[in-house]
């Protein structure tokens, strides 16, 4: 190879890096993000999300808390306050057995 294409190749690859360590810190700053509205809504302290930049497990560490975490939450209302999202079933449903078994003949033609 001649210098010339040495020094395009090695800017082609530079730039490539480049573009490939922002979208690394772009992904990270996402998951990040998402940890922490995550561990906020589980009504846990939002800063743990940044225990996902351990290198290695830092990704499992997060997932670990809000999966054996007690959620201290309030449930949210419901959006017709009136109303129950199923009828209540009838009283007498289902309608009791027979109590008394009489044994009568059967009808004869």
Known sequence: MDPDQINHLSGA?????GIAILFFFLFTAAVVFLY???????????PL???S????????IPLCILAFADWRVI????????LQPYPP?????????PTN????PPNQF
């Open 101 to 104: 078994y009489t044994s009568t």
């Open 36 to 46: 922490w509205r995550a561990l906020a809504k589980a009504g846990l302290a939002g």
């Open 13 to 17: 690859v530079a730039g490539m890096m």
């Open 53 to 60: 930049l351990v290198p290695g497990i830092g990704f499992f």
């Open 75 to 82: 449930p949210a209302p419901s959006r017709y306050p009136g």
């Open 89 to 97: 079933p009838p009283p007498n449903y289902p309608p009791p057995p």
């Open 49 to 51: 999300a940044l225990l």
